[in-house]
């Protein structure tokens, strides 16, 4: 019987603290949805202290400089409940998207937890692709070397592009500007005459009368090689 009553006192025992944590009012994974880029995703984590005991929150890291997590406090009561603001800057961003924050806590197991927040970032104007690659070109001045890339738009209006323009000689564009019906695209051809050998990079400046999307640079990486006359005969 006494062995029995100690079974019985381990077990709960071991089940009051299986269940005394630190207990999450919401997934860890916080999905915002849909998000127009430039937009501030905000949001707060809550928890619900229920260790039976004080819980101090020592260190907060993020995975990207564009999340700010600024705790009001540190220090938890048993049975607090805590509200933890975050923001996310997405004027870099577009598509879907996924931030971690990790918080660290001072003696509990797990030291730390990691959650996640998502969204999807959507955007008036897109440019596909990111850059434009011209890589182990022959210097050969009769040879014009040419690319492609899309600039698309999404939004309910009229696209005013009023300048594509590259910021060195040897790489041309066509159209020098352009105006995109609302939910249309437009391809722009990016021509390349080699005039020297070597690595260079370029940008192309593209401006538009978006108001989230007044300018945007538009990366070229170029690689020219010395033309062998042995292949060409």
């Not at 381990?10 to 997934?27: L, M, N, P, V, W």
């Not at 860890?28 to 202290?49: A, L, M």
């Not at 040879?143 to 005013?160: A, D, G, P, R, W």
């Amino acid at each position: 019987m006494k062995n029995i009553l100690l079974f019985i006192v381990g077990c709960t025992i071991f089940s009051t603290a299986a269940f005394a944590q630190i207990d999450f009012k919401h997934e860890k994974v916080i999905d915002h949805g849909k998000i127009s880029q430039g937009d501030v995703i905000s949001g707060q984590i809550e928890f619900v202290n229920n260790t039976g005991k004080m819980v101090e929150l020592v260190d907060v890291r993020t995975s990207c400089g564009c999340t700010a997590v600024k705790p009001e406090k540190k220090i938890f009561e048993p049975g607090e409940t805590a509200h933890i603001p975050y923001t996310i800057e997405t004027e870099r961003f577009s598509g879907v998207i996924r931030k971690s924050i990790r918080l660290v806590f001072k003696d509990e197991d797990p030291k730390s937890e990691v959650l996640f927040v998502e969204a999807n970032v959507t955007t008036d104007v897109s440019i596909n692709p990111r850059f434009i690659n011209f890589q182990k070109v022959t210097l050969n001045p009769d040879t014009v070397y040419t690319e492609f890339f899309e600039i698309e738009n999404s939004s309910q209006t009229e696209l005013n592009v009023t300048k594509i323009a590259a910021d060195i000689d040897i790489v041309k564009i066509t159209p020098a500007n352009v105006v995109i019906p609302a939910g249309k695209s437009h391809l722009v051809r990016v021509d390349l005459v080699p005039s020297k050998t070597g690595r260079m990079n370029s940008n192309i400046s593209i401006e538009t009368n978006n108001k989230k999307f007044q300018s945007k640079s538009l990366p070229v990486f170029i690689n020219i090689l010395e033309h062998d006359a042995s292949h060409s005969e």
